[in-house]
């Protein structure tokens, strides 16, 4: 009888394993929530480093790995270089600057965070059969407003994982490749893009108003046509986000 090929077996399929690497608690949670909402991915596990990902793909088969570049220890482009019979891979980073170097390696896609739901499915279709998919556009099922800010996401702070409800943040700042979060109970900074973390925050909860800041709706004590009052702090309202934010805020 002959063989099937690798690619035969997949379209023979409807469900497939994968497997998301990443340091980062709001990115797993992104990549967990968009994984739960394909029928045909069954997410068999999640991994913080490289080390813990080459494990779980010698103990079970892998279909597709979501894997993140900046991971402790080892990085996600040594990964690859170590598997002999790698998966589908699709690299998931905050960096441009990897692209090239990443496709010599012959990774399926490479998603720039913060990843959109309907980005993430067309890395699916690349790496499995698309007549299987939901289609493109099914929207990501978020969190109510109502129990949006009861949610909790960690964080990495003094090498520890600090736990910060969303119901306590305040505001955003981004200091370049950090961000400091401004909290009822004080500030952590922490090493994380804005943008992707603008990914992870509920849209009707939180709003970016600044390259710079994001607000919590529901903590803004007053505001102008170019600034934020939250308590004694004062967030300045950007030109490129100025319309939109005002939008939001019912200014008139």
Known sequence: MPSLSNQSILESRTNYTCLIVDDEPPARDVLRRYVTQVPMLSLIGECTNAIQALSALKQQPIDLLFL??????LTGIELIRTLTQPPKIVLTTAYEHYAVQAFELDVTDYLIKPI???RFLKSVS???PDHKLPPISQPLTAPQ???AMDTFLYFRAERKMVKVFLGDLLYVES???YVKLHTTKGSIITKYAITALEAMLPGPSF???HRSYLV???KIDSFTSDQIAIGRHLIPIGKLYRQQALKL???T
């Open 175 to 177: 200091l370049k490749d």
């Open 116 to 118: 959109r739901f309907e």
């Open 249 to 251: 805020l019912n200014y």
């Open 126 to 128: 690349k790496a499995l």
């Open 68 to 73: 993140d570049i900046q991971l402790p220890q």
């Open 207 to 209: 709003l970016r108003v």
């Open 216 to 218: 919590s709706l529901d």
């Open 145 to 147: 407003p109502e129990t």
